[in-house]
Protein backbone atom coordinates (compact mmCIF):
# COMPACT_ATOMS: atom_id res chain seq x y z
CA UNK A 1 0.00 0.00 0.00
CA UNK A 2 1.19 3.40 -0.83
CA UNK A 3 1.15 5.55 1.82
CA UNK A 4 2.00 10.08 2.19
CA UNK A 5 1.29 11.88 5.15
CA UNK A 6 -0.62 15.38 4.32
CA UNK A 7 -3.63 18.01 5.26
CA UNK A 8 -6.68 18.55 3.77
CA UNK A 9 -6.81 21.71 1.34
CA UNK A 10 -10.66 21.69 0.85
CA UNK A 11 -13.63 19.77 0.82
CA UNK A 12 -16.33 20.23 -1.73
CA UNK A 13 -19.78 18.56 -0.59
CA UNK A 14 -22.77 17.67 -2.17
CA UNK A 15 -25.41 15.53 -0.03
CA UNK A 16 -23.79 12.62 1.15
CA UNK A 17 -20.58 12.50 -1.07
CA UNK A 18 -17.27 15.15 -0.99
CA UNK A 19 -14.27 15.81 -3.01
CA UNK A 20 -11.78 16.12 -0.56
CA UNK A 21 -7.84 17.91 -1.89
CA UNK A 22 -5.01 16.95 0.24
CA UNK A 23 -1.77 18.49 -0.20
CA UNK A 24 1.04 15.86 0.69
CA UNK A 25 4.47 16.75 2.74
CA UNK A 26 6.11 17.40 -0.61
CA UNK A 27 3.61 19.76 -1.70
CA UNK A 28 1.90 18.10 -4.03
CA UNK A 29 -1.85 18.18 -4.45
CA UNK A 30 -4.25 14.89 -4.61
CA UNK A 31 -8.16 14.46 -4.86
CA UNK A 32 -10.34 11.64 -3.54
CA UNK A 33 -13.78 11.31 -3.54
CA UNK A 34 -15.50 10.28 -0.46
CA UNK A 35 -19.01 8.98 0.75
CA UNK A 36 -19.25 10.75 3.67
CA UNK A 37 -19.41 14.58 4.50
CA UNK A 38 -18.35 17.02 7.16
CA UNK A 39 -21.57 16.77 9.34
CA UNK A 40 -21.01 12.58 9.31
CA UNK A 41 -17.21 12.23 9.24
CA UNK A 42 -15.77 15.25 11.24
CA UNK A 43 -12.27 14.84 10.06
CA UNK A 44 -13.47 16.50 6.70
CA UNK A 45 -11.94 20.06 7.92
CA UNK A 46 -9.30 22.05 5.79
CA UNK A 47 -5.93 21.76 7.48
CA UNK A 48 -6.66 18.21 9.37
CA UNK A 49 -4.16 15.72 9.18
CA UNK A 50 -4.46 12.60 7.19
CA UNK A 51 -2.69 10.22 5.74
CA UNK A 52 -3.76 9.37 1.22
CA UNK A 53 -3.57 5.48 0.45
CA UNK A 54 -3.57 3.75 -2.76
CA UNK A 55 -2.43 0.23 -3.49
CA UNK A 56 -0.12 -0.78 -5.97
CA UNK A 57 -2.91 -2.31 -8.59
CA UNK A 58 -4.48 0.91 -8.65
CA UNK A 59 -1.48 2.94 -10.16
CA UNK A 60 -1.33 3.46 -14.01
CA UNK A 61 1.86 3.89 -15.88
CA UNK A 62 2.55 6.53 -18.79
CA UNK A 63 5.26 7.82 -21.29
CA UNK A 64 3.02 10.84 -22.34
CA UNK A 65 3.49 14.00 -20.25
CA UNK A 66 0.06 15.43 -21.48
CA UNK A 67 -2.66 13.05 -21.78
CA UNK A 68 -6.30 13.85 -22.16
CA UNK A 69 -8.03 11.73 -19.80
CA UNK A 70 -10.15 12.28 -16.64
CA UNK A 71 -8.05 10.90 -14.30
CA UNK A 72 -7.41 14.05 -11.73
CA UNK A 73 -3.94 12.71 -9.75
CA UNK A 74 -0.93 12.96 -12.04
CA UNK A 75 2.25 12.93 -10.36
CA UNK A 76 5.51 12.76 -12.28
CA UNK A 77 8.38 10.31 -11.51
CA UNK A 78 11.16 7.88 -12.87
CA UNK A 79 11.74 4.10 -12.70
CA UNK A 80 14.46 3.54 -10.13
CA UNK A 81 13.78 -0.51 -10.18
CA UNK A 82 11.39 -2.78 -11.56
CA UNK A 83 10.62 -6.10 -11.24
CA UNK A 84 9.32 -8.70 -14.03
CA UNK A 85 7.46 -11.30 -14.04
CA UNK A 86 5.59 -13.89 -15.99
CA UNK A 87 2.33 -12.19 -16.02
CA UNK A 88 2.69 -9.12 -12.99
CA UNK A 89 5.53 -6.30 -12.92
CA UNK A 90 6.73 -4.51 -10.39
CA UNK A 91 7.67 -0.87 -10.83
CA UNK A 92 9.54 1.33 -7.62
CA UNK A 93 8.99 5.17 -8.79
CA UNK A 94 10.76 7.99 -7.47
CA UNK A 95 8.32 11.21 -7.36
CA UNK A 96 8.48 14.05 -5.37
CA UNK A 97 6.36 12.62 -2.94
CA UNK A 98 8.86 10.30 -2.06
CA UNK A 99 8.75 5.97 -3.26
CA UNK A 100 5.65 5.29 -5.30
CA UNK A 101 4.97 1.62 -5.89
CA UNK A 102 3.10 0.31 -9.20
CA UNK A 103 2.14 -3.03 -10.33
CA UNK A 104 1.46 -3.27 -14.13
CA UNK A 105 0.63 -6.53 -16.17
CA UNK A 106 4.07 -7.23 -17.95
CA UNK A 107 2.62 -7.20 -21.00
CA UNK A 108 1.83 -3.95 -20.41
CA UNK A 109 5.80 -3.36 -19.35
CA UNK A 110 6.75 -4.80 -22.29
CA UNK A 111 4.44 -2.76 -24.86
CA UNK A 112 5.45 0.23 -23.30
CA UNK A 113 8.89 -0.44 -23.75
CA UNK A 114 8.87 0.49 -19.69
CA UNK A 115 12.99 0.29 -18.50
CA UNK A 116 14.84 1.87 -15.33
CA UNK A 117 15.77 5.57 -15.09
CA UNK A 118 12.56 6.25 -17.58
CA UNK A 119 10.81 9.48 -16.71
CA UNK A 120 6.59 8.22 -16.42
CA UNK A 121 3.88 9.51 -15.44
CA UNK A 122 1.68 8.29 -12.31
CA UNK A 123 -2.41 8.20 -12.20
CA UNK A 124 -4.49 6.99 -9.74
CA UNK A 125 -8.23 7.65 -9.87
CA UNK A 126 -9.67 9.94 -7.23
CA UNK A 127 -12.21 7.19 -6.37
CA UNK A 128 -9.39 4.59 -4.97
CA UNK A 129 -7.78 7.48 -3.03
CA UNK A 130 -8.01 6.40 0.57
CA UNK A 131 -8.14 8.90 3.29
CA UNK A 132 -6.96 7.94 6.47
CA UNK A 133 -7.30 10.61 9.72
Known amino acids: MNSFPGHITEVKTNGTMSIVGVEVESGEELMSVVIDSPDTAPYLKKGNKVNVLFKEMEV ?32 VLETKMGEVIAIISTKSLRQMGLVEKMNVMIMVKLNEIILAP
Do not use: F, H, P, W
Open 60 to 91: AVTTQKELDISIENRIAGSISSMEEGVLLSRL
